[in-house]
């Protein structure tokens, strides 16, 4: 008998990664060609220049000599103290080294955190449209993602009633990407008050992806959850890799705040899963209290002026100046995520622009059905390319409506 192929995991058919997936593999193909491409794909600083804070850089170098052994499971206790100190500064309650989980990147964590949570069939409340891997590490420990809609007539923000009427006898958890990442949506007080009430009223979980808390445009401020919540059972995810732009030091945090009587058995269960896999990456953690607690070097990029700042004014405008695109205007995180209306919308599939960019004009973005929404006519593009850069690539996008439209 021919030997058969190995057999995968049943539930990966469900899971999608589209940012790094099919069209990420023909960019690298024509780029094998000899093309030349502008690839906004992926919210990686590092890729467009940026670089790690020099102090942060220092302090792993300073270090060096002690990233040998395994750390704690749950992280190294300078880098734990310097997240509970940070976050007792923001007034997050009972916020100890001993509820702090440092983890590679907060991917890991996140995957961890549904992992101590989930029975089969049990669900996740998530936004849609979310951040991909909340989606697939909900499936992949057997859950089930019920999405809360967050659209762009309502600036990208949920409805709390929506998320409450979904709630059922199987729900576990909210998860909250705030600011957000496709949209660049920053949640107002009023509304996560409305969120920790229901998570309350229906014993819930709250996830709180907050890896973009700094990063903010036009007098955005950011309001962190765990405060908000009080007695209700938290996890505050942060990390090194946007603010920090440090991306490849896969280092992550998740800070537990609550009611230790709520919260239960998940304390152990994150530590346990957390001593399964070892420790996270060992030199990465030793810049963690220089980034929480040295100089501030993200405010000035999103400030006017900034990088980051001329990069979302160069996509605003060239939005403005369009004939076919809307933005409901980031007001944080590394991307915008522009509507296709009009006479271009007419028939448009996110899918086939994006290929259509890619092979015509050189141009990788990421169709926005690839972050779990119903609607298939807009697309995602990081502000993390020169402002120029930008400005070129809405010029082809222009290029590329313009054909639709005229069909
Ligand atoms: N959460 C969100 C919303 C993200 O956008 C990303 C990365 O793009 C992550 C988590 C993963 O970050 P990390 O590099 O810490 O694993």
Redesign the pocket.
């Given at each position: 008998m021919p030997p058969s192929s190995l057999k995968t995991r049943e539930r990966l058919s469900e899971v999608r990664y589209e940012i790094r997936g099919e069209l990420a593999r023909r960019a690298r193909e024509l780029e094998a060609q000899g093309r030349t491409l502008i690839k906004l794909n992926i919210?990686n600083p590092g890729a467009f220049g940026f670089r790690a804070p020099e102090h942060l850089q220092r302090a792993i170098a300073d270090h060096i000599a002690d990233t040998d052994p395994y750390t704690h499971q749950q992280g190294l206790p300078e880098a734990r103290e310097a997240i509970a100190a940070f976050h007792k500064q923001r007034g997050t309650p009972n916020a100890t080294a001993e509820r702090v989980f440092i983890g590679?990147?907060?991917?890991?964590l996140?995957d961890l955190s549904l992992r101590a949570l989930l029975n089969p069939g049990d669900e996740v409340l998530l936004p849609s449209p979310d951040?991909p891997?909340w989606s697939a590490a909900t499936i992949l420990n057997d859950g089930r993602p019920v999405y809360y809609r967050c659209l762009p007539e309502n600036g990208f923000l949920p409805d709390p009633d929506e998320i409450e009427a979904l709630v059922s006898s199987r729900t576990r958890a909210i998860v909250l990407?705030n600011p957000n990442?496709p949209t660049g949506a920053n949640y107002p007080r009023e509304l996560l008050e409305r969120i920790v009430a229901i998570a309350a009223r229906h014993g819930l979980l709250l996830l709180c992806?907050e890896?973009?808390d700094s990063v903010l445009y036009d007098g955005a401020t950011f309001e962190p959850i765990a405060p908000l919540a009080g007695e209700v059972p938290c996890l505050s995810?942060g990390?090194?890799?946007?603010v920090h732009r440090a991306?490849g030091w896969?280092?992550?945090w998740a800070m537990l705040s609550g009611d230790p009587l709520q919260v239960g058995d998940f304390h152990h269960a994150m530590d346990l899963l957390g001593a399964l896999r070892l420790c996270a990456n060992v030199p990465g953690q030793f810049a963690v209290e220089a980034a929480l607690h040295g100089p501030n070097t993200i405010d000035a990029l999103c400030a006017p002026g900034g990088r980051l700042y001329e990069a979302r004014r160069a996509v605003i405008e060239s939005v403005a100046a369009s004939r076919y695109l809307e933005l409901v205007e980031p007001a944080g995180?590394l991307y915008a995520f522009p509507a296709v209306t009009g006479a271009a919308a007419e028939g448009f599939d996110d899918h086939r622009f994006a290929l259509e960019l890619l092979e015509t004009e050189n141009v990788l973005v990421v169709p926005g059905s690839s972050f779990n929404v119903a609607f298939r006519n807009h697309f995602r593009v990081t502000l993390l390319p020169q402002p120029d850069e930008l400005r070129e690539v809405f010029r082809r996008i222009e290029r590329v409506l313009e054909r639709h439209a005229e069909l």
């Open positions: 919210g590679n990147g907060v991917s890991e996140i951040y891997l990407i990442n992806d890896i973009y995810f990390g090194l890799s946007k991306c896969r280092v992550g995180a």
